[in-house]
């Protein structure tokens, strides 16, 4: 068993982006280990032991205890390596900070990830055209109040709460990046755009980025 947890990711997906910046904002190590969603890898009967959902990320730590769903690990890492803060002290101002996260990791992607993709695709007759159109639809659904809340919210600084990077930076990074895989115009939202590029000049967040994983280039 590895003397490090082993992230089991893969480099474009969403979930697995915002755990990585997790990861690197709490300055922890990992062995990562990737696999091809499209070719089935996180379908065998190895991964399928590790996580039944077949899903990733799954985080698997020294003692053999795996970690599964990106939200759970994030907020586990928080309690058990509560510096640097992903959450404020404030509860009002936590709950605020978790529904904006929320926003993203449980209206869009769960609309838009890859078994539902995929399931478009194979069963409604949808080209990529139309898979494009529904991912669009689901993501402006949710970014236009969004962009409301991070407008006339008090609470937003340079990131989406405050001056300091947390859980629902974590998300809106991730989200960013899935919507440039389709192509989508973010221009109607400059404070979601302003924020995303806040984040992009942080090691933390950059060194997450799909681009820049090691299963990116062999894919």
């Given at each position: 068993m590895s003397q490090v947890p082993v992230l089991h990711n893969f480099f474009r997906s969403s979930t697995s982006t915002r755990l990585r910046a997790a990861l690197n904002l709490k300055g922890l190590e990992y062995t990562y280990k990737s696999y091809a969603l499209r070719a089935g890898e996180a379908e065998t009967p190895e991964y399928l032991r590790l996580n039944p959902q077949g899903l990733v990320p799954a985080f698997e730590l020294a003692d053999g205890t795996t970690l599964t769903q990106s939200m759970a690990i994030i907020e586990w890492l928080d309690e058990t390596h509560p510096t640097p803060p992903l959450l404020p002290d404030d509860p009002n101002a936590r709950a605020q900070l978790r529904a904006l996260a929320y926003m993203i990791a449980f209206e869009i992607h769960p609309l838009n990830n890859l078994r539902v993709l995929q399931y478009i695709e194979q069963n409604h007759d949808q080209d990529e055209s139309?898979?494009?159109?529904?991912?669009?639809?689901?993501?402006?659904?949710?970014?236009?109040?969004?962009?409301?809340?991070?407008?006339?919210?008090?609470?937003?600084?340079?990131?989406?709460?405050?001056?300091?990077?947390?859980?629902?930076?974590?998300?809106?990074?991730?989200?960013?990046?899935?919507?440039?895989?389709?192509?989508?115009?973010?221009?109607?939202?400059?404070?979601?755009?302003?924020?995303?590029?806040?984040?992009?000049?942080?090691?933390?967040?950059?060194?997450?980025?799909?681009?820049?994983?090691p299963d990116a280039i062999a894919t």
């Open positions: 139309g898979i494009a159109r529904w991912f669009a639809h689901w993501v402006h659904t949710t970014f236009v109040p969004l962009e409301q809340v991070l407008a006339s919210s008090p609470l937003t600084g340079h990131y989406c709460h405050g001056d300091v990077p947390g859980l629902a930076d974590l998300c809106l990074y991730a989200q960013i990046w899935n919507n440039r895989h389709f192509a989508i115009d973010t221009s109607p939202y400059p404070n979601i755009e302003r924020i995303f590029v806040a984040l992009d000049q942080l090691d933390a967040f950059r060194d997450a980025a799909p681009p820049n994983q």
